[in-house]
């Protein structure tokens, strides 16, 4: 039974940070992209950030450049989202998805949430100011 489970979301004060994990059971991340995406209230999903392990990539949108980091640990299976200086517009659900990984959509991966196969639950974080 393949599984995403996200979890570290919580309440922060502006200029705060946050660890959001994402840890897979059922399938390894060794031919997958792990994203992060996150979706405010009454906003579209929008994609944060991805992780290629097999391509060594990493990408971010442009308004969390700088701020986010996205990393893994292939021993737990589990891809973390560092998230520093948090600030109110960064507050949505965030959720964790992943997708066979595949070059020729590197342009895609932050763009289109219809290519991912599995979702985490997504958990709430939320900045105050």
């Known amino acids: 039974d393949v599984q995403l489970q996200a979890s570290g979301g919580g309440l922060v004060q502006a200029g705060g940070s946050l660890i959001l994990s994402c840890v897979a059971s059922?399938?390894?991340?060794?031919?997958?992209?792990v994203a992060w995406f996150r979706q405010a209230p009454g906003q579209e999903r929008e994609g944060v950030s991805y992780?290629?392990?097999?391509?060594?990539?990493?990408d971010y949108a442009d308004s969390v450049k700088g701020r986010f980091t996205i990393t893994n640990d292939n021993a737990r299976n589990t891809v973390y989202l560092h998230m520093n200086n948090l600030q109110p517009e960064d507050t949505a659900v965030y959720y964790c998805?992943?997708?066979?990984?595949?070059?020729?959509?590197?342009?895609?991966?932050?763009?289109?949430?219809?290519?991912?196969?599995?979702w985490g639950q997504g958990t709430q974080v939320t900045v105050s100011s």
């Open positions: 998805a992943a997708a066979p990984d595949d070059p020729n959509f590197s342009a895609w991966w932050l763009r289109l949430a219809t290519l991912y196969d599995y």
């Open positions: 992780i290629s392990r097999k391509y060594y990539t990493t």
């Open positions: 059922g399938f390894t991340y060794d031919d997958y992209i």
